[in-house]
């Protein structure tokens, strides 16, 4: 890529098996918001963002869906990491998932960052990451 600039992340779009519980479930976890709903072929999506749209979530609901779990190891999505800038703040977000309730790993420290690992409920893997500490 000579003189192309990376892209920067513009959403996240899942996959969930009840869309309306799912809905409250992100918004408690991240402090993101229902922005605006949208018919597809098949189904139905759902954007969720904070007031600036940095992190902007889409859940969609496919007619075709057989309600089954979420499994990292089929093809396709295996799990989503966000960033955090510090330890402390990945230590905040541990705090914040335990008053909510859900369920999570000990945060794991690894050569190439602390992580702390979560899961919606569907099953999809969602991990937090801080920096390697120098």
Not at 26 to 55: N, S
Not at 88 to 107: F, K, N, Y
């Amino acid at each position: 890529m000579s003189d192309t600039a990376l892209p920067g992340l513009h959403h996240i779009a899942l996959t969930v098996t009840d869309i309306e519980a799912s809905i409250p479930w992100y918004e408690r976890v991240f402090g993101i918001t229902f922005q605006m709903e949208y018919g597809h072929e098949g189904g139905e999506g759902k954007l969720l963002a904070d007031p600036a749209w940095r992190l902007v979530i889409v859940l969609h609901r496919h007619d075709a869906n057989e309600s089954e779990r979420f499994a990292e190891s089929r093809t396709g999505l295996d799990h989503v990491g966000f960033a955090v800038s510090t330890r402390a703040e990945l230590d905040a977000w541990q705090q914040h998932l335990t008053a909510l309730d859900v369920v999570q790993s000990p945060i794991a420290e690894t050569p190439y960052g602390d992580i702390l690992v979560f899961r919606d409920p569907d099953n999809i893997q969602l991990e937090l990451f801080a920096p390697p500490r120098t």
